[in-house]
């Protein structure tokens, strides 16, 4: 499938519809972040076989994602799909972070 068949699609009304009803479906949230959807928010495509990319009869095979979710989530599927293990690396480096910048306490002034 060309990438201008694959505009063509995006911009049908069968799409849209589509589009919306996954909107809805996930409480308007992005699947990964749970942050409420944006303007410029894209549903996913889980199989990335252009022969199934007109295929909306399973709502499981798409997500909500915000625009920068999207992108990242496809940056990481080119090695996770040949290194699974980059998501215990990851989950090393994030808890080393945390562990570096731990999140803010906000303290409360007590009322006399």
């Keep these: 499938m060309t990438v201008e068949e694959k ?8 799409w849209s519809r ?3 009803k996954m909107r809805l479906k996930y409480n308007k949230q992005d699947a990964l972040t749970h942050k409420e959807l ?3 928010w894209n549903l996913h495509h889980l199989d990335m076989n ?13 997500l909500p994602l915000n625009k ?9 599927f080119r090695f996770y799909r040949h290194d699974p293990g980059i998501i215990q690396r990851l989950d090393t480096i994030m ?18």
């Design 38 to 40: 944006t303007r410029t």
């Design 7 to 14: 505009q063509k699609f995006r911009r049908s009304t069968r």
């Design 18 to 20: 589509f589009r919306q």
């Design 95 to 112: 808890r080393l972070m945390i562990m570096y910048n731990p999140p803010r306490v906000i303290h409360h002034r007590e009322d006399d």
């Design 50 to 62: 252009d022969k199934h990319y007109m295929d909306l009869s399973k709502e499981d095979k798409f």
């Design 68 to 76: 920068d979710t999207h992108k990242f989530i496809h940056w990481l």
